[in-house]
């Protein structure tokens, strides 16, 4: 069956580092998303990985591990903006999204 | 990147009528659209796949005489929602692929559309 497994909650302080993992269980593997998403507003893309490894952009990074079904998006010098939703999604081979429910990350001064 | 408009933002209907959201990508074009229903606290519940000049793919579970989803462009699909019920109240996100079936191009998302039902 399709499962797609992420912290509820998370917590971290302002400057520090904070990785969210996600491990997910799909019908083949087109791709895995992380998203951000602010209360009230609609998701805004981070990042998509599709072969093994880390990418980063600025603050953040990704990282997959296809073999075991693993992936964690890392955020570094974390400031209050940052408190948010962070959604992993996984791309199956017939296109469609599956998406976690979401880890809810509280930023602290 | 890629720009998805998606309009109202925010409607409020009486029970009983109808509704149309829709969602528009500005710089691209999109084979395929996709409209996600969010309740809150909750994540995002895919409701349709909207390909192109074809009818849409409904999700189990979802009415397809009640959302009504047309994709008569590569740049523009809409959601109609039919004699709304104060249930129907949600949030609804489109969300457009750049690029082809084959490829596995990036998602970007309108801004979501407040649908409240009296």
């Known amino acids: 069956g399709q499962n797609i497994d992420q912290p509820t909650e998370m917590t971290a302080t302002e400057g520090a580092i904070v990785q969210i993992n996600c491990t997910y269980q799909t019908s083949g593997f087109n791709g895995l998303f992380w998203y951000q998403q602010h209360a009230g507003e609609a998701p805004t893309f981070l990042s998509y990985?599709?072969l093994d490894g880390l990418e980063e952009k600025g603050r953040f990074s990704s990282f997959l591990s296809r073999s075991k079904g693993y992936s964690y998006l890392l955020l570094k010098e974390l400031q209050m903006k940052d408190s948010a939703s962070y959604l992993c999604a996984v791309l199956e081979s017939n296109y469609q999204l599956i998406w976690g429910a979401g880890t809810k990350l509280i930023i602290k001064p | 990147g890629a720009v998805v408009s998606q309009h109202p933002s925010r409607v409020i209907c009486k029970s009983g009528t109808s509704v149309k959201i829709e969602c528009r990508s500005l710089d691209f074009q999109a084979t395929t659209m996709f409209w996600y229903r969010q309740f809150p606290k909750q994540s995002l519940m895919l409701m349709a796949t909207s390909n192109e000049g074809s009818k849409a793919t409904y999700e189990q579970g979802v009415e397809k005489d009640k959302f009504l989803i047309n994709h008569a462009s590569l740049t523009l699909s809409t959601l109609t929602v039919t004699s709304a019920h104060p249930e129907d109240s949600s949030f609804y996100i489109c969300s457009a692929r750049e690029g082809d079936r084959g490829d596995t191009g990036e998602l970007f998302f309108g801004e979501g559309s407040r649908l409240t039902v009296l």
């Open positions: 990985n599709v």
